[in-house]
DNA sequence: CTACGTGCAAAAAGTTTGCAATCGC
DNA sequence: GCGATTGCAAACTTTTTGCACGTAG
């Protein structure tokens, strides 16, 4: 019952060629160079479906709008690193491991989800920098650009 | 030009009172009972003069409106565990620490923030559970009762 | 008394939903 | 052809803003 769509087709694509997590906004602005006349609503259904299907994540930051990223990056348990000067969103793919101790006695932990926030290697001075940009995995400003 | 109006006053104290993060429509409901007439709007602007101030602090669950708590106890840094079968949000005085070795190269980490996912002790089974209910520092739902 | 703060209502911004038209299968 | 999917517009929700009035200092 699930059809292959243009649109559908489409949205996927943009969120699965970004290289960072997309709002809604975003991902319309993308898959409507593909299919011109995609409205909002269409997008929000199939983020809802692509959800469903665990074929993409959603990534909530304080104060921010949510952002949609493939599952094939989410999948691999990654947490996120957002640059307090340029407003960036980067993916980090270390994890702290052990949590599980944190929780009062009593508590089981299934999951956790981790922010950090900093300033980014461009942002940072930019020495070591400049040469190694790092995982500039996802980039969440200076985007119109 | 900071005023003491008996708004302010009542909205603050709605938040100090609290033992967990209130919704800004949880906190025009608690200090309402103070102020008959209280307006959202005033809620809004207050919170965002608390923020400033740094006397109140935002918590930003994914999926969730943000919720506010007093920086008594946000000052002393700690994390948040929400119980996904019961929604309640726990305040968790444990930190993993140094964090800053998950950051790639050239990232410099300032600040985290981390929320843990679980089962509480309440809805863990119980037993050992019972006799401590750990910290149950902040409730999310149920609330109405 | 003066201007900051408030209440109300309207406006934004983001997301969801109803419905007729469209299109995949 | 049938029914899932779309586009549009309207509804909803949460937060912000404009403006006249109230009130703290």
Redesign the pocket.
Known sequence: ????????TA?QAAIESARRPL???EILEEASLQ???????????????LLLEEKVQVVTLPGE??RYESNAVANHHHHHFQCTTCQRVFDVHDCPGDLKRMAPQGFVVERHELTLYGRCADCNGADAAASTPASPAAHSCADHA
């Open positions: 019952m699930e059809r292959t769509t243009r649109q559908k949205i709002s809604a906004q299919v011109t006349q995609l409205g909002i609503a269409t997008v929000y259904r199939n983020l809802k479906s709008n949510p």
